[in-house]
Each structure stands twice: as C-alpha cells, then as structure tokens.
C-alpha cells in the first residue's frame, strides 16, 4: 500500500494555494492521474496500491466520479490564484488504470480537459498491464484523445516475472502493442531487471523481445528492495537474494548497447526512445522541476516550489472529497538548500544536463573532477552543461554528492 506519506505542514481544508506563490502561467503543466488498484500485489511494488480485498470502504465503480470531484477543486483553486493553464501532459498511471472500464478512464480525461484545457499537440499517457489490452480497449482510448501507452512488460521470461509476482501471459504484451499501434498510439515498453534469479542472459532475452516488438520508448529501471514489500520480507528470512549491484551494472550497461544499437538514444537513465519525439515529456516535465498536479490517494504535487501530497487510502480519499474539503494531507515548501539538492538530483539524470551556471559557486570547481574521473562529460561541460556519461549514470549518486556536499 505504498511507503509512509511524509509530514510537512498542515494542508488548509480549501486547498487553497499560498498568495505569495511566484506562479509562472506560461511554464508546463502536467496532471498525474493515479488509479491505485491492482489485481495482485507484486512482491517488490511498493506504489500506494490496493487489491480488491484491501479496499475497505472505497468502490472500484465510483472512483472516476470521486477522482472528478478532486478536478473540480483543482480548478477553483487554481482560478483563485489565477493560475490556469491548459494541460500539456496528461498521464494516468498506477496501479493498472486499465482495470477501470474505458469509459471512466475516458470521463476523467474529460474532467481534466473541461477544467483545464489541454494543449493542441498533449501527450497523453496510460500505463496498462498486457493482459488488460484488447483491441476494443485500445481504440476506446486513443477515441478518448490518449496518444500513448505504456506497457508492463518487465520481463519476458517467465520464472522472472513469476519472481516479481507478475501475473500477465508474456505473450500477451505483443498483443497489446500490436492493438496500440493499430489504434494509432505511441508505446512504450516498461522493464525491470535484477530480479531474484535472473541472470544476464535472462535480461538479454528480454531486451531482444522488447526490441523486435518495435517499441517507440523503453523503460528500464533496476530492481530496488522497498522496506515493507513482500520481497524485503523474503530478502531478510533469507528466501530470495537481494539484488547484485555488479549484476545490475552490467544489465544496464547491456542494456544501454542493445538499445543503442536498435535506435534508442538514452534520454534519462532509466529511459530510451526513437528520437526526441517519442521521449515521455510527462516524465521529463518532474526532471526538469515543472508544475503538475497530481490527483487521486497519495498522489503529489507540485507548483512553484510548493509541495503537497493527497491522503493514502481510497476510501478515505473519498470521505475527504465528498465533505467538500481537499484530500491533501500535507504539504511543504522546501527551502533554497533543498531546491538546489534536488536541481542537482534531478537535472543530472537527464541527457540534455543542468547548466554549470545554476551550481553553486563552491561547487563548479567539483565538476573538473567528475571529469577528470570520467563521470561528466567533458565536451558537455565545455559547452555549459553538466552531463553523466555512461559511468556517470551507473554512479549518479557519486555526481550528486560531488556537486551538492
């Protein structure tokens, strides 16, 4: 059911937005739909997600008009502070949104798109496990006005999507990319590797299968081990092995090859895609520190340095709504320190970099090092921007540390 909220300050029962907030009407705005059911719990998921027996008070059914309730607030709190903006990204993930018939997810695009406009060129992305795509569903989407699809492949072999608790036919995920791309939608295949029992030939096989299925984008994250998972529980009583942090680098670095040689230019370090077009620009818009808005339990949000964070469970989400009060359960407005820490975390995943001008000024000298140790590059940093390498990737948090203690 997702990790501990953080603790911030109090939200007001209005949602209502601090006056003094330096709100850029003309930067990006995102919207994060997030649908929090499942009809498993993977063993290493630690998203705020809930099967059918966890749900307790909250309804499957109702949630489209209960998630509508929180756009409806989102508008009137940003018109208060005039702040409206049209929507240049839309992404409904979870959970498996497409457990939720077409037609809710369709109204609560709607909802959005009444409420806030969307731009004329927005990307609009909903995450879907294979075994949930039908033709039928695919195209009610794209109707819908989504433009993309991102698709829980994780494996493609099965005893390691058996050890991530995966549930889908693997042969399903080319049914489902091939009923995306008759609907005219962009995909994206999603993948984890290090997995109890995978070796590198496993991941190998993976990446070939994702691959020959002609994906516009991939993701590919390393498995971590979250506190409170069924996998954390079978790592400590010694039942599964925690990940090999030498295994996962040379997964990546396999990874990396592979898709490089098949077209795909790494954009983040977790994300490749066909060209600058088929990047996700929701994602890149967290990267980079835009504005979005995220709604439904747990959800986060962040416009001009405030952050603020929903309540976790659905029912509870729901009480809040219908009372007519914001579901936010805190929110903080972290200090100039903390913005430049997280600059820093965030800009140097990407490939277009963070500028050497917004370090701080005790820090520039940091980057002749990353260089010199081959964890920047050189030609990047010549041209004003700081940007990992291939190591520099695998070592990111080394990047971070040099650039922020």
């Given at each position: 059911m997702g990790s501990a909220l953080p603790l911030g300050d109090p939200a007001p029962a209005d949602g209502?937005?601090?006056?003094?907030?330096?709100?850029?009407v003309h930067a990006p705005f995102g919207a994060y739909l997030h649908v929090p059911f499942c009809r498993v719990r993977c063993g290493y998921c630690d998203f705020n997600t809930y099967t059918a027996t966890e749900l307790r008070g909250a309804r499957q059914d109702q949630y489209a008009d209960t998630l509508l309730r929180e756009v409806d607030l989102?508008?009137?709190?940003?018109?208060d502070a005039d702040a409206?903006?049209?929507?240049?990204?839309?992404?409904?993930?979870?959970?498996?949104?497409?457990?939720?018939?077409?037609?809710?997810?369709?109204?609560?695009?709607?909802?959005?798109?009444?409420?806030?406009?969307?731009?004329?060129?927005?990307?609009?992305t909903v995450e879907a496990n294979p075994d949930t795509v039908t033709d039928a569903t695919a195209t009610a989407l794209a109707d819908a006005g989504v433009t993309r699809l991102s698709i829980g492949m994780q494996?493609?072999?099965p005893?390691?999507?058996?050890?991530?608790?995966?549930?889908?036919?693997?042969?399903?995920?080319?049914?489902?990319?091939?009923?995306?791309?008759?609907?005219?939608l962009d995909v994206s295949c999603d993948l984890i590797y290090g997995a109890p029992g995978e070796t590198l030939d496993d991941w190998r096989v993976s990446l070939e299968t994702a691959i020959a299925l002609a994906p516009d984008h991939v993701s590919a994250y390393?498995?971590?081990?979250?506190?409170?998972?069924?996998?954390?529980?079978?790592?400590?009583?010694?039942?599964?092995?925690?990940?090999?942090?030498?295994?996962?680098?040379d997964m990546y670095e396999l990874a990396d090859r592979m898709l490089d040689a098949a077209g795909f230019a790494w954009y983040e370090v977790s994300n490749w895609a066909r060209g600058d077009a088929h990047r996700s620009r929701h994602n890149l818009a967290y990267w980079r520190?835009?504005?979005?808005?995220?709604?439904?339990?747990?959800?986060?949000?962040?416009?001009?340095?405030?952050?603020?964070?929903?309540?976790?469970?659905?029912?509870?989400?729901?009480?809040?709504?219908?009372?007519?009060?914001?579901?936010?359960?805190?929110?903080?407005?972290?200090d100039a320190h903390a913005r430049r820490l997280e600059q820093v975390l965030l800009r140097t995943r990407i490939r277009e970099g963070m500028p050497v001008a917004e370090l701080a000024d005790d820090r520039r000298q940091a980057v002749a090092s990353l260089i010199a140790v081959g964890l920047v590059d050189g030609a990047a940093a010549v041209r004003g921007r700081i940007v990992p390498t291939l190591k520099g990737r695998l070592l990111a948090d080394a990047v971070v540390r040099a650039l922020t203690d």
């Amino acid at each position: 059911m997702g990790s501990a909220l953080p603790l911030g300050d109090p939200a007001p029962a209005d949602g209502a937005l601090p006056a003094d907030l330096p709100i850029d009407v003309h930067a990006p705005f995102g919207a994060y739909l997030h649908v929090p059911f499942c009809r498993v719990r993977c063993g290493y998921c630690d998203f705020n997600t809930y099967t059918a027996t966890e749900l307790r008070g909250a309804r499957q059914d109702q949630y489209a008009d209960t998630l509508l309730r929180e756009v409806d607030l989102a508008r009137r709190v940003l018109a208060d502070a005039d702040a409206l903006r049209p929507a240049s990204t839309v992404f409904l993930g979870g959970g498996t949104p497409t457990l939720l018939p077409p037609g809710d997810l369709a109204r609560m695009l709607d909802g959005v798109r009444d409420a806030f406009g969307l731009a004329p060129d927005a990307e609009v992305t909903v995450e879907a496990n294979p075994d949930t795509v039908t033709d039928a569903t695919a195209t009610a989407l794209a109707d819908a006005g989504v433009t993309r699809l991102s698709i829980g492949m994780q494996s493609a072999v099965p005893h390691v999507l058996a050890a991530l608790d995966r549930t889908h036919d693997p042969a399903n995920v080319s049914t489902a990319v091939a009923a995306a791309r008759a609907a005219g939608l962009d995909v994206s295949c999603d993948l984890i590797y290090g997995a109890p029992g995978e070796t590198l030939d496993d991941w190998r096989v993976s990446l070939e299968t994702a691959i020959a299925l002609a994906p516009d984008h991939v993701s590919a994250y390393a498995l971590i081990v979250e506190d409170g998972t069924k996998l954390a529980r079978q790592i400590r009583r010694g039942e599964a092995p925690a990940p090999d942090d030498d295994l996962q680098a040379d997964m990546y670095e396999l990874a990396d090859r592979m898709l490089d040689a098949a077209g795909f230019a790494w954009y983040e370090v977790s994300n490749w895609a066909r060209g600058d077009a088929h990047r996700s620009r929701h994602n890149l818009a967290y990267w980079r520190g835009h504005d979005w808005w995220g709604f439904g339990p747990g959800a986060h949000s962040h416009v001009a340095g405030l952050r603020w964070w929903n309540v976790k469970h659905p029912a509870a989400y729901a009480q809040r709504l219908t009372a007519g009060d914001s579901p936010a359960a805190g929110r903080e407005r972290p200090d100039a320190h903390a913005r430049r820490l997280e600059q820093v975390l965030l800009r140097t995943r990407i490939r277009e970099g963070m500028p050497v001008a917004e370090l701080a000024d005790d820090r520039r000298q940091a980057v002749a090092s990353l260089i010199a140790v081959g964890l920047v590059d050189g030609a990047a940093a010549v041209r004003g921007r700081i940007v990992p390498t291939l190591k520099g990737r695998l070592l990111a948090d080394a990047v971070v540390r040099a650039l922020t203690d």
